[in-house]
């Protein structure tokens, strides 16, 4: 039985308290792909350069096939734990899946389309009535689906472009083996559960009440009637399973929907379990693997930082009772430290700092120098080796992704550096990737001025042509996506414009994003941008502002690739001797070559438009430009 703990807990917990915290999207502050995540901080502590290629360079690495496997354990454990002893058959083929909201997280106010209040209840006599029945029951429960998660973990995988080796490779019999490995140590819960009467939530839960963020189960989170397993007396068997049934992550939600943000909106994390039945809360994180290896470091100091967000996001009065980590492939338990409140308000002071450090702003690669820590050692279980690191300070450094170009290993990579390609009938000039220029400036006459109107959310909205001899440009605010939230709308207006513009007077545009539109110049302002008066002796003609560039590169992922449907989109990441840069096509502008284009191969894109999407150089394929393999993979270094 779990031990409820209160050294410090100011408040006492409340059975159901929230597992997930959401920014208000009208007030962030924060870009949301901007915040800090535990991956990212175990990245930075590892090496500040791995987080730089990673974060700021976009290099995402190789998806290999034990992917999948996690993939699907997972999601076949997430829907045994939402299903119900006393609702669904073993053998039956129902599934209580859960209707969506339109952001693709569960619709926990929709009253109409949940499945559970519609099922007919298991009479008493067929319900398990101790552990083994209730182990049969969850295993015929995995049974019937664990292929479907299986084939769609594989199909999930098998459609990413920066998939490497072979789906074959991994054995589905050894993800069933975890399936029940997670179910034999979920049941030690139920047990615990049972043992303890069902803790202080049980008549809560008997009576019918909903949580804020209920468990998954079928249900709406308001419902008007007691769950069908009730009973009175002692608890049973059937009732334990579902008291104890801990939040997790609804498998049908959309990705990303049922995170938990720091208040401030800086960081974000996503729970797997949390049991709540004891009264004080327990934080599981599955891994499908047997915990060997430098990873079963960075999981410690995950589950740490996870117990850290439950604290500060429940007023820094709520402490959890219990980390573990469960090693699926040996079928034990990794008990995890908790912090104290010393700990907590330390790594409140520790990852605000590294925010700002590193996603505040984007920071220069001087400031993330190759300065690998050492590589850790652990064995089955994550029980920590002898000795528990390797001999080598560098050893990191070996089997790390981007040692082929970093400055910090011995092993290097020669990369293109092409200074023109030969095709088509004419020789094209090449600009190394680092020498991009995305943004420009330009002087001028203003014509056709519409505005300034400042905004309400602080931006300022107008529009004008700047003339300067027989050259014109379109000034006006960048188009944020359809659906943009209200911090990306507000980026995509201008902060700083001179009260002084007028119609004919002579302005200033500066770090504004040049395009073309059929034939003509044109400059988008976001909060980047600023418009000011002229100076005399100002020179910046629209003349000298350019909107192409040819590029050449090795391919270093696919990221993007259509589907023929729904995403007609393809992307690249790219790299030369001096630095790396985005590529992406639309719809009609994708080249017939993209699908013999995989990572390792030497491309160019001539004529290519200059672009910028995040704070990174973007070269965009469309009217006029053109893809040449210079060569495939098997012709040049592995990375």
Known sequence: MLVILSK????????GTMPVNRPDPDNQEVDPYRRLSASQVIAWKNCPRLWYYGWIEKLKTPLPPQILRGNAVEECVCRVLRESPSLIDPDSGASLRTPLAEDGSPDLQNQDLWVGPGLNPIPDSDRPTDRESLHKWASS????????????????WESSPRKVGSSSDIDPEEGRSMVEAAIVLHLDQVEACFDAGGGPGLEAWRSGKRVQWPAPDGFPQSWDQPHPAVGSGPISWSEAW????????DPDAKDFTQTSSHPDDWFQGEYDLVYRWSGVPAIVDLKASIGKGDRSGGYLEQLRMYAWLWWVTHSRQEAVEALEIWYLGTGTVKEVSIPSEEDMFAMDSELEALYHTIHARNPEISECPPEPSPLRFFDEGGIPSDPPTHPDERARCTRCDYRGFCEGTDHEVEL???TSVDKHGQSWPVTPLSEIVTRASVVGDVVGLKGPEIRDDGGISLEFTLQEGYERVRVSPSRPPKDASPLQIRRSFPREVTRSISEGSRARVDDGIPSTWRGQLQISLDEKSSV???QSTDSAPPVDVKTRVTVAGRVWS????????DYPRWALTIMDKTGSAALVAFKQFIPVSAAAISRGDDIAILNGEI???AGRPQVKIGPGSRVVILRHSDDTPGF
């Open 8 to 15: 410090f807990i100011g408040l006492r917990f409340q059975w």
């Open 141 to 156: 429960r995995a049974d019937a689906h664990f292929q479907s998660c299986w084939d769609a973990a594989v199909e999930d």
């Open 242 to 249: 579902e008291v104890a049934r801990p939040w997790f992550v």
């Open 416 to 418: 293109p550096q092409e």
């Open 532 to 534: 000011s008066i002229a």
């Open 558 to 565: 696919v990221d993007a690739f259509p589907n023929g449907i």
């Open 611 to 613: 672009g910028e999407w």
